[in-house]
Nanobody
Framework: QVQLVESGGGLVQPGGSLRLSCAAS????????MKWYRQAPGKERELVAA????????NYADSVKGRLTISRDNRKTTVYLQMNSLKPEDTAVYYC?????????WGQGTQVTVSS
C-alpha cells in the first residue's frame, strides 16, 4: 500500500535550518509529482512547495521563496524540503502529499517549531 513517512522536524531557533525527508513506497515514485504542505495551529493546511516527477520543475508559496528548497531522489524514492532562514511563522506540522489518479495520500506529518 502507499506509504509516505516524514522525518526531520524539530525545534530550531529563528534563522536556523532543518531538512525534512519524506520516504515514499507502494507506488512508482518517479512517475509522480510530490508536494509539501504545512498546517499551523488554527490555520488551514497550505501548499508550501511542489516538484515534478523528474525534479525539473519546482514551485513555491510566496512566503517561502528563497528560503525553502524542494528536491527529490528518485532512486531513494524520497522527497526533501531544505528549510533555511527559518522564521517563527514557519512553525507548523509539515506533510508530504501525492496524487495518484483520483486518490490523495498524506503522510503522518512532522512538527517544525521555530522559537528562541
Amino acid at each position: 500500500q502507499v506509504q509516505l513517512v516524514e522525518s526531520g522536524g524539530g525545534l530550531v531557533q529563528p534563522g536556523g535550518s532543518l531538512r525534512l525527508s519524506c520516504a515514499a513506497s507502494g507506488f512508482t515514485f518517479s512517475n509522480y509529482a510530490m508536494k509539501w504542505y504545512r498546517q499551523a495551529p488554527g490555520k488551514e493546511r497550505e501548499l508550501v512547495a511542489a516538484i515534478s516527477s523528474t525534479g525539473g520543475n519546482t514551485n513555491y508559496a510566496d512566503s517561502v521563496k528563497g528560503r525553502l528548497t524542494i528536491s527529490r531522489d528518485n532512486r531513494k524514492t524520497t522527497v526533501y524540503l531544505q528549510m533555511n532562514s527559518l522564521k517563527p511563522e514557519d512553525t507548523a506540522v509539515y506533510y508530504c502529499n501525492v496524487w495518484l489518479g483520483d486518490k490523495i495520500y498524506w503522510g503522518q506529518g512532522t512538527q517544525v517549531t521555530v522559537s528562541s
